[in-house]
Structures are given as C-alpha cells and as structure tokens.
Nanobody, 124 residues
Framework: VQLVESGGGSVQTGGSLTLSCAAE????????MAWFRQAPGKEREAVAS???????YYADSVEGRTTISQDGTKTTVYLKMHSLSPDDTAMYYC????????????????????WGQGTQVTVS
C-alpha cells in the first residue's frame, strides 16, 4: 500500500486549501482513512477521518471549517480546509487501515496501518 499526499504549501491566514491523498494498493472506502498533522515539537494529532460507509469524524479544532471526502473512483481522499490560521501549520499525513473505525478509535495513531510521507502546510 502506498499513500501519496499532495496539495500542501504556503497559505495566508484566512485562506483555504485542499489536500489530496492518492492510494495505491488500497481501495478507498474499504476501511477507515484519516488525515493527521504534526507541528514541530508536538505530537501527531488527528484532523479528520472517513469511514467505509462515508461517515466522518473531525477534531474539535477543525470542526466546521474542514471537510474530508473521497472520490468516486475510490483512489483518492481529500481534505478541504478554510479559515486557516498559523495554528494549522504542520506536516499533514494521510493514513489508512483495512478495518472499521469508530468514534472511540478514529483519532488514534495506532488505528492505522498505512501512512503517507506527508505534505507541509504553512500558514502565515
């Protein structure tokens, strides 16, 4: 399984961006996929997750200004964020597993077996 993130870059405060996660060797919708982020000196934290049935979870810090979605070809997951602030600056990682996830475990790093290399988002 290979997960490849793209779409990161430098954004002004208040701006928007869409990150993409292209999956190879993995069918989007066959398990649980998520976006995590990690800022320098901080632990990796969950941002959003999408279940195989399309259900979604969001961290409180991004709720209301973030949408996670998957495309109809079952190859890509997206993370669309708006109203960005410097607090959103981090390396963003895509993650996946082949099992279900729930509100209990969706935000745990240990839930996911596969990880991408990350894409940097800098908000200034």
């Amino acid at each position: 399984v290979q997960l490849v993130e793209s779409g990161g870059g430098s954004v002004q405060t208040g701006g928007s961006l869409t990150l993409s996660c292209a999956a190879e060797g993995y069918t989007v919708g066959s398990g649980c996929m998520a976006w995590f982020r990690q800022a320098p000196g901080k632990e990796r934290e969950a941002v959003a997750s999408i279940r195989s049935n399309g259900g979604t979870y969001y961290a409180d810090s991004v709720e209301g200004r973030t949408t996670i979605s998957q495309d109809g070809t079952k190859t890509t997951v997206y993370l669309k964020m708006h109203s960005l602030s410097p607090d959103d600056t981090a390396m963003y990682y895509c993650a996946a597993n082949r099992a279900l996830c729930s509100w209990i475990d969706w935000s745990s790093v240990a839930t996911y077996n596969y990880w991408g290399q990350g894409t940097q988002v800098t908000v200034s």
